[in-house]
């Protein structure tokens, strides 16, 4: 059983700064890509950040600057910093993992999510 755990949400103001986590645990043989996603009421979900596994990084070009996402390998963790946040930043975030559980087939996971509200 697979569990991608985030934390670190919660309410900022204009021009603040968020730091998620991201815990990935349980049958873990190899996790190739983490990422951050996000979903705003009313709108698709859409990619945040990524990183893959030897460190490259992909981000969307609304936060390209603002936010740097981050993992520790050894704690199959991931981060996103978030700074200069804005009220459009405001959504749910999602961590999701593309890994290899050590028993099954590769598979993408998601994590609960936690709320980011950037109030103006």
């Known amino acids: 059983q697979v569990q991608l755990v985030e934390s670190g949400g919660g309410l900022v103001q204009t021009g603040g700064s968020l730091r998620l986590s991201c815990a990935a645990s349980g049958s873990i043989f190899y996790i190739n890509t983490m990422g951050w996603f996000r979903q705003a009421p009313g709108k698709v979900r859409e990619l945040v950040a990524s990183?893959?596994?030897?460190?490259?990084?992909n981000y969307a070009d609304s936060v390209k600057g603002r936010f740097t996402i981050s993992r520790d390998n050894a704690k199959n963790t991931a981060y996103l910093f978030m700074n200069s946040l804005k009220p459009e930043d405001t959504a749910v975030y999602y961590c999701n993992a593309d890994l290899q559980p050590r028993f099954g087939g590769r598979q993408s996971y998601w994590g609960q999510g936690t709320q980011v509200t950037v109030s103006s």
């Open positions: 990183m893959g596994s030897g460190g490259s990084t």
